[in-house]
């Protein structure tokens, strides 16, 4: 049973960063495909940012592109997600989430394993 632990989330003022950590344990993390996804109050849970196994490939909807970068280190087991030129928009739970398989999705249902999230909070 894979375990998540997300860390780094807190208060920051706009056009501040902020860098979220997601450490795994008890599965093969450099297997599995991993995301991020977040949750404001009163909203869906949206998708974020997705990597592949390996790392070498990202993928970002519109919405962050060019300011949230995902990485992975495999020998750590964890999970980053640099927020760069944050927005109060981006406020939300975020959660950190994998895969059983190594390509990445960015699909709520194609994840198998969740963290129990971090709160981001942007003021104006």
């Known amino acids: 049973q894979v375990q998540l632990v997300e860390s780094g989330g807190g208060l920051v003022q706009a056009g501040g960063s902020l860098r979220l950590s997601c450490a795994a344990s008890g599965g093969t993390f450099s297997r599995n495909a991993m995301g991020w996804f977040r949750q404001a109050p009163g909203k869906e849970r949206e998708f974020v940012a997705a990597i592949n196994w390996s790392g070498d490939t990202t993928y970002y909807p519109d919405s962050v592109k060019g300011r949230f970068t995902i990485s992975r280190d495999n020998a750590k087991n964890t999970l980053y997600l640099q927020m760069n030129t944050l927005k109060p928009d981006d406020t939300a739970v975020y959660y950190c989430?994998?895969?059983?398989?190594?390509?990445?999705?960015?699909?709520?249902?194609?994840?198998?394993?969740w963290g129990r999230g971090t709160q981001v909070t942007v003021s104006s």
């Open positions: 989430a994998a895969r059983k398989y190594q390509g990445w999705s960015t699909g709520l249902h194609d994840y198998d394993y």
